[in-house]
Protein backbone atom coordinates (compact mmCIF):
# COMPACT_ATOMS: atom_id res chain seq x y z
CA UNK A 1 0.00 0.00 0.00
CA UNK A 2 2.91 2.33 0.62
CA UNK A 3 4.45 3.41 -2.64
CA UNK A 4 8.38 4.48 -2.25
CA UNK A 5 8.59 7.27 -5.36
CA UNK A 6 11.16 10.38 -4.56
CA UNK A 7 8.97 13.54 -5.54
CA UNK A 8 11.40 16.44 -5.59
CA UNK A 9 10.77 19.86 -5.96
CA UNK A 10 13.48 20.98 -7.96
CA UNK A 11 16.39 20.94 -5.26
CA UNK A 12 13.34 20.14 -2.27
CA UNK A 13 12.55 15.99 -1.60
CA UNK A 14 8.89 16.44 -0.81
CA UNK A 15 8.18 12.91 -0.21
CA UNK A 16 10.12 9.74 -0.09
CA UNK A 17 6.79 7.79 0.28
CA UNK A 18 2.93 7.96 -0.80
CA UNK A 19 -0.04 5.97 -0.05
CA UNK A 20 -1.06 4.20 -2.91
CA UNK A 21 -4.85 4.08 -2.02
CA UNK A 22 -5.97 2.22 -5.22
CA UNK A 23 -3.89 -0.79 -4.35
CA UNK A 24 -6.39 -2.09 -1.81
CA UNK A 25 -9.54 -3.63 -2.55
CA UNK A 26 -12.11 -0.47 -3.32
CA UNK A 27 -15.26 -2.05 -1.81
CA UNK A 28 -17.35 1.05 -0.12
CA UNK A 29 -15.80 3.23 1.94
CA UNK A 30 -12.87 0.48 2.25
CA UNK A 31 -10.83 1.90 5.34
CA UNK A 32 -7.03 1.92 4.57
CA UNK A 33 -5.42 4.26 7.35
CA UNK A 34 -7.20 4.80 10.64
CA UNK A 35 -5.39 7.93 12.67
CA UNK A 36 -5.39 8.21 16.27
CA UNK A 37 -7.15 11.55 16.57
CA UNK A 38 -10.80 11.65 16.10
CA UNK A 39 -13.12 14.26 14.69
CA UNK A 40 -13.04 16.66 17.22
CA UNK A 41 -14.45 20.40 15.74
CA UNK A 42 -16.57 22.57 18.20
CA UNK A 43 -18.48 25.12 16.83
CA UNK A 44 -15.40 28.00 17.50
CA UNK A 45 -12.64 26.04 16.20
CA UNK A 46 -10.40 26.89 13.45
CA UNK A 47 -9.19 23.92 11.23
CA UNK A 48 -6.79 23.75 8.06
CA UNK A 49 -5.34 20.46 6.00
CA UNK A 50 -3.18 19.91 3.50
CA UNK A 51 -1.68 17.12 1.35
CA UNK A 52 0.17 16.14 -1.76
CA UNK A 53 -1.91 14.16 -4.19
CA UNK A 54 -1.94 12.65 -7.81
CA UNK A 55 -4.84 11.17 -9.58
CA UNK A 56 -5.02 7.52 -10.93
CA UNK A 57 -6.39 6.62 -14.22
CA UNK A 58 -9.64 4.07 -13.32
CA UNK A 59 -8.30 0.07 -13.67
CA UNK A 60 -11.63 -0.79 -14.91
CA UNK A 61 -14.20 1.20 -15.63
CA UNK A 62 -16.95 1.16 -18.92
CA UNK A 63 -17.13 3.94 -21.16
CA UNK A 64 -20.25 4.27 -23.40
CA UNK A 65 -21.26 6.75 -26.07
CA UNK A 66 -24.47 8.90 -25.50
CA UNK A 67 -27.04 8.74 -28.12
CA UNK A 68 -27.69 11.96 -29.10
CA UNK A 69 -27.70 14.94 -26.51
CA UNK A 70 -28.47 15.89 -23.19
CA UNK A 71 -32.04 17.02 -21.18
CA UNK A 72 -32.49 19.45 -18.12
CA UNK A 73 -35.55 17.94 -16.30
CA UNK A 74 -37.64 19.19 -12.94
CA UNK A 75 -35.47 21.21 -10.24
CA UNK A 76 -35.83 19.69 -6.81
CA UNK A 77 -34.22 21.60 -3.85
CA UNK A 78 -30.41 22.03 -4.78
CA UNK A 79 -30.64 19.61 -7.77
CA UNK A 80 -31.46 18.97 -10.93
CA UNK A 81 -32.20 16.10 -13.17
CA UNK A 82 -29.97 15.27 -16.49
CA UNK A 83 -31.28 12.64 -18.92
CA UNK A 84 -29.35 10.86 -21.74
CA UNK A 85 -29.48 7.62 -23.55
CA UNK A 86 -27.14 4.68 -24.17
CA UNK A 87 -27.54 1.62 -25.96
CA UNK A 88 -26.73 -0.66 -23.41
CA UNK A 89 -28.57 -1.84 -20.32
CA UNK A 90 -25.98 -0.54 -17.45
CA UNK A 91 -27.20 -2.13 -13.85
CA UNK A 92 -26.86 0.90 -11.94
CA UNK A 93 -27.85 1.47 -8.32
CA UNK A 94 -28.53 4.02 -5.20
CA UNK A 95 -25.50 6.12 -4.69
CA UNK A 96 -24.04 5.12 -8.04
CA UNK A 97 -22.24 8.58 -9.61
CA UNK A 98 -21.97 8.92 -13.40
CA UNK A 99 -19.89 11.29 -15.60
CA UNK A 100 -20.87 12.10 -18.55
CA UNK A 101 -17.60 13.95 -20.88
CA UNK A 102 -16.87 15.51 -24.09
CA UNK A 103 -13.54 16.08 -26.10
CA UNK A 104 -14.20 20.31 -25.60
CA UNK A 105 -13.28 19.85 -21.77
CA UNK A 106 -17.11 19.31 -20.85
CA UNK A 107 -17.98 17.51 -17.82
CA UNK A 108 -20.92 16.88 -15.55
CA UNK A 109 -21.55 14.31 -12.93
CA UNK A 110 -24.79 13.60 -10.95
CA UNK A 111 -25.88 10.68 -8.93
CA UNK A 112 -28.44 7.98 -10.61
CA UNK A 113 -32.03 7.92 -10.12
CA UNK A 114 -33.50 6.09 -12.93
CA UNK A 115 -33.13 3.91 -15.89
CA UNK A 116 -36.18 2.95 -18.59
CA UNK A 117 -35.85 1.02 -21.84
CA UNK A 118 -37.22 2.08 -25.08
CA UNK A 119 -37.17 1.15 -28.25
CA UNK A 120 -33.83 2.47 -29.60
CA UNK A 121 -31.77 1.79 -26.15
CA UNK A 122 -32.14 3.08 -22.65
CA UNK A 123 -32.43 6.47 -21.22
CA UNK A 124 -31.40 7.53 -18.06
CA UNK A 125 -31.73 9.70 -15.49
CA UNK A 126 -28.69 11.47 -12.71
CA UNK A 127 -29.64 14.56 -10.42
CA UNK A 128 -27.14 17.53 -10.97
CA UNK A 129 -25.89 19.96 -8.58
CA UNK A 130 -27.42 23.35 -9.13
CA UNK A 131 -24.12 25.03 -9.12
CA UNK A 132 -22.92 22.94 -11.48
CA UNK A 133 -25.85 23.53 -14.02
CA UNK A 134 -25.12 27.26 -13.08
CA UNK A 135 -21.22 26.86 -14.10
CA UNK A 136 -21.45 24.57 -17.00
CA UNK A 137 -24.12 27.38 -18.39
CA UNK A 138 -21.87 30.26 -17.68
CA UNK A 139 -18.73 28.18 -19.59
CA UNK A 140 -20.26 25.86 -22.17
CA UNK A 141 -23.50 27.53 -23.63
CA UNK A 142 -26.55 25.81 -24.85
CA UNK A 143 -24.66 22.58 -23.66
CA UNK A 144 -27.77 20.69 -22.68
CA UNK A 145 -29.56 20.51 -26.21
CA UNK A 146 -31.26 17.26 -28.04
CA UNK A 147 -29.31 18.20 -31.08
CA UNK A 148 -26.06 17.69 -29.44
CA UNK A 149 -23.62 15.12 -29.86
CA UNK A 150 -20.07 13.47 -28.89
CA UNK A 151 -20.66 12.98 -25.24
CA UNK A 152 -19.48 9.90 -23.35
CA UNK A 153 -20.33 8.26 -20.06
CA UNK A 154 -18.54 6.65 -17.66
CA UNK A 155 -19.38 5.51 -13.77
CA UNK A 156 -16.70 6.37 -11.09
CA UNK A 157 -16.29 6.62 -7.41
CA UNK A 158 -15.35 9.78 -5.37
CA UNK A 159 -11.48 10.08 -4.61
CA UNK A 160 -11.49 11.22 -0.65
CA UNK A 161 -8.53 12.83 0.39
CA UNK A 162 -9.47 12.95 3.67
CA UNK A 163 -12.47 11.39 5.67
CA UNK A 164 -13.82 11.85 9.30
CA UNK A 165 -17.48 11.95 8.23
CA UNK A 166 -20.48 9.23 9.71
CA UNK A 167 -22.78 8.93 6.94
CA UNK A 168 -26.00 7.48 8.76
CA UNK A 169 -25.87 10.10 11.17
CA UNK A 170 -24.54 13.07 8.86
CA UNK A 171 -21.91 14.51 10.99
CA UNK A 172 -18.64 14.99 10.45
CA UNK A 173 -15.83 16.25 7.98
CA UNK A 174 -15.48 14.87 4.53
CA UNK A 175 -12.73 15.95 1.81
CA UNK A 176 -13.32 14.20 -1.54
CA UNK A 177 -12.94 14.90 -5.62
CA UNK A 178 -15.60 13.55 -8.19
CA UNK A 179 -14.67 13.32 -12.08
CA UNK A 180 -11.08 14.78 -11.67
CA UNK A 181 -12.48 18.01 -11.01
CA UNK A 182 -15.06 18.67 -8.38
CA UNK A 183 -14.27 18.94 -4.86
CA UNK A 184 -16.60 18.04 -2.40
CA UNK A 185 -16.34 19.33 1.35
CA UNK A 186 -19.12 17.71 3.58
CA UNK A 187 -19.36 19.46 6.80
CA UNK A 188 -22.55 17.49 8.76
CA UNK A 189 -25.98 17.96 6.19
CA UNK A 190 -23.85 20.46 4.64
CA UNK A 191 -22.07 20.18 1.11
CA UNK A 192 -20.27 22.28 -0.47
CA UNK A 193 -18.52 22.25 -3.92
CA UNK A 194 -15.58 23.99 -5.63
CA UNK A 195 -15.55 23.60 -9.31
CA UNK A 196 -12.54 23.97 -11.19
CA UNK A 197 -11.99 25.39 -14.79
CA UNK A 198 -10.04 22.49 -15.84
CA UNK A 199 -10.03 18.62 -14.98
CA UNK A 200 -6.90 17.67 -13.42
CA UNK A 201 -4.13 15.84 -15.15
CA UNK A 202 -4.06 12.02 -13.99
CA UNK A 203 -1.15 11.05 -12.51
CA UNK A 204 0.17 14.85 -11.83
CA UNK A 205 0.96 15.83 -8.34
CA UNK A 206 -1.37 18.23 -6.82
CA UNK A 207 -0.89 20.02 -3.33
CA UNK A 208 -4.07 21.09 -1.60
CA UNK A 209 -4.87 23.54 1.42
CA UNK A 210 -8.56 23.61 2.52
CA UNK A 211 -8.74 26.87 5.47
CA UNK A 212 -11.89 25.82 7.90
CA UNK A 213 -12.82 29.10 9.75
CA UNK A 214 -16.25 29.31 12.55
CA UNK A 215 -14.93 32.85 13.56
CA UNK A 216 -14.63 34.03 9.75
CA UNK A 217 -17.66 32.08 8.45
CA UNK A 218 -15.32 30.86 5.40
CA UNK A 219 -14.09 27.93 3.72
CA UNK A 220 -11.37 28.10 1.68
CA UNK A 221 -9.53 26.07 -0.80
CA UNK A 222 -6.29 26.39 -2.59
CA UNK A 223 -4.45 23.92 -5.13
CA UNK A 224 -1.11 24.49 -6.14
CA UNK A 225 1.46 22.88 -8.55
CA UNK A 226 5.02 22.98 -8.76
CA UNK A 227 6.33 25.41 -11.05
CA UNK A 228 9.60 23.08 -11.71
CA UNK A 229 8.24 19.96 -13.80
CA UNK A 230 10.91 16.89 -14.36
CA UNK A 231 8.66 16.40 -17.60
CA UNK A 232 9.45 19.67 -18.81
CA UNK A 233 12.78 19.66 -21.77
CA UNK A 234 13.83 22.90 -19.98
CA UNK A 235 11.80 23.05 -16.48
CA UNK A 236 12.14 26.26 -14.49
CA UNK A 237 14.79 26.32 -11.30
CA UNK A 238 12.93 27.36 -8.80
CA UNK A 239 11.05 25.65 -5.57
CA UNK A 240 8.20 27.95 -6.34
CA UNK A 241 4.75 26.49 -6.46
CA UNK A 242 1.75 28.22 -8.30
CA UNK A 243 -1.75 28.57 -6.82
CA UNK A 244 -4.39 27.46 -10.01
CA UNK A 245 -7.20 28.03 -8.05
CA UNK A 246 -8.55 29.52 -4.80
CA UNK A 247 -11.98 30.00 -3.55
CA UNK A 248 -13.34 31.07 -0.51
CA UNK A 249 -17.33 30.13 0.46
CA UNK A 250 -19.24 31.27 3.50
CA UNK A 251 -20.26 28.87 6.01
CA UNK A 252 -22.41 29.28 8.70
CA UNK A 253 -20.46 27.90 12.16
CA UNK A 254 -21.75 24.54 13.54
CA UNK A 255 -20.37 21.95 16.13
CA UNK A 256 -18.91 18.57 14.10
CA UNK A 257 -17.43 16.75 16.90
CA UNK A 258 -17.94 13.10 16.71
CA UNK A 259 -16.89 10.00 18.43
CA UNK A 260 -15.12 8.45 14.85
CA UNK A 261 -11.19 8.66 13.91
CA UNK A 262 -9.87 10.55 10.88
CA UNK A 263 -8.90 8.21 8.26
CA UNK A 264 -7.96 7.75 4.62
CA UNK A 265 -10.33 5.44 2.34
CA UNK A 266 -9.21 2.97 -0.57
CA UNK A 267 -9.51 5.03 -3.93
CA UNK A 268 -8.17 5.81 -7.40
CA UNK A 269 -5.35 8.50 -6.03
CA UNK A 270 -1.66 8.74 -4.35
CA UNK A 271 -1.64 10.89 -1.38
CA UNK A 272 1.27 12.71 1.44
CA UNK A 273 2.38 14.23 3.58
CA UNK A 274 -1.09 14.97 5.17
CA UNK A 275 -1.51 17.96 7.36
CA UNK A 276 -4.08 18.56 10.01
CA UNK A 277 -3.23 21.78 11.74
CA UNK A 278 -5.86 23.53 14.73
CA UNK A 279 -5.71 27.02 13.13
CA UNK A 280 -5.77 28.24 9.97
CA UNK A 281 -3.08 29.66 7.44
CA UNK A 282 -4.43 32.39 4.55
CA UNK A 283 -0.93 34.12 3.53
CA UNK A 284 -0.95 32.12 0.39
CA UNK A 285 3.23 32.84 0.57
CA UNK A 286 2.66 31.24 4.25
CA UNK A 287 1.21 27.71 2.08
CA UNK A 288 4.10 27.78 -0.30
CA UNK A 289 6.37 27.79 2.65
CA UNK A 290 4.06 24.62 4.73
CA UNK A 291 3.56 22.39 1.28
CA UNK A 292 7.27 22.96 0.80
CA UNK A 293 8.17 21.09 3.80
CA UNK A 294 8.92 17.61 4.74
CA UNK A 295 9.30 17.73 7.80
CA UNK A 296 7.05 20.44 10.18
CA UNK A 297 8.10 23.16 11.79
CA UNK A 298 4.92 24.37 13.50
CA UNK A 299 4.19 20.83 15.11
CA UNK A 300 2.74 22.43 18.10
CA UNK A 301 -0.47 23.52 15.84
CA UNK A 302 -1.05 19.97 14.32
CA UNK A 303 -3.16 17.42 14.91
CA UNK A 304 -2.17 15.22 12.25
CA UNK A 305 1.34 14.65 10.50
CA UNK A 306 2.01 12.13 8.00
CA UNK A 307 4.65 11.76 5.65
CA UNK A 308 2.77 7.48 4.66
CA UNK A 309 6.95 6.60 6.18
CA UNK A 310 6.79 2.56 6.07
CA UNK A 311 7.36 0.83 9.70
CA UNK A 312 10.68 -0.88 9.97
CA UNK A 313 10.83 -3.99 9.01
CA UNK A 314 12.58 -5.90 11.33
CA UNK A 315 13.00 -9.68 11.60
CA UNK A 316 11.56 -11.62 14.27
CA UNK A 317 14.37 -13.87 16.66
CA UNK A 318 13.10 -16.67 18.63
CA UNK A 319 13.57 -16.96 21.94
CA UNK A 320 16.98 -18.75 22.54
CA UNK A 321 18.18 -20.71 25.45
Known amino acids: MIAQQKVNNYSLLLSESQYDLRSLNKSED ?136 DKISSQGLRIGIYANRFFEIKRNAESHTFILKNNLVEEYWYAIFVNMSNFYRQLTVDLWVRKWNESNPTPAQTTDLENIYNLVQPIVPMNMTINKEYSLIACDSMITNIRLYDRIETEQNKQINMLNQTIVKDAQFSIIIDNAVPRLNLPWIANTK
Open 30 to 165: KVAVVYRATVDLPIDAERSFSCWFKELPALSSFKDNVKGGLALGAVTGNFQSLSFKLGVNRKFSEGDHIKITKFNGFTVYGEWQSTSATTSGYNYTIRVKKEIIEFLNLYYPNWASSSGSGYVAQKIEEHTLFDGY
